[in-house]
């Protein structure tokens, strides 16, 4: 059970952004990132969007500095990986967006 980090490789907001994630479950995704003060808005279906400034301090935290296609490639494996297709459909059941009122 480990998890990682890959480096900042993705432009949004003025910034560069890397993506956390469990290899083994999202309790122990969400445990680390609100340990370590990242926000549950960040998540995004099986990962958490994290600023490169908070790269150093996750890494330090435990959290395993991999390269991008090695986190995928760990991610697909643990069978939490939500697909491009998969993300189409849920966005509106994002688990970050508040629940709707009627």
């Not at 340990?35 to 960040?42: S, Y």
């Not at 490639?73 to 189409?88: F, K, N, P």
């Not at 966005?91 to 967006?97: F, I, L, N």
Request: proline share 6%.
């Amino acid at each position: 059970m480990a998890v990682l980090v890959d480096d900042a490789r993705w432009p949004a907001h003025g910034r560069l952004w890397a993506h956390l994630v469990s290899d083994s479950d999202l309790d122990e995704l969400h445990a680390f990132a609100a340990a370590q003060g990242i926000p549950r808005r960040a998540f995004d279906l099986d990962h958490y969007d994290v600023p490169e400034d908070a790269l150093a301090r996750l890494i330090a935290a435990g959290a395993e500095h991999v390269s991008g296609h090695e986190l995928v490639t760990r991610l697909i494996g643990s069978g939490l990986r939500v697909t491009a297709r998969e993300r189409r459909g849920r966005k509106d059941t994002h688990p970050a967006a508040p629940p709707e009122t009627t």
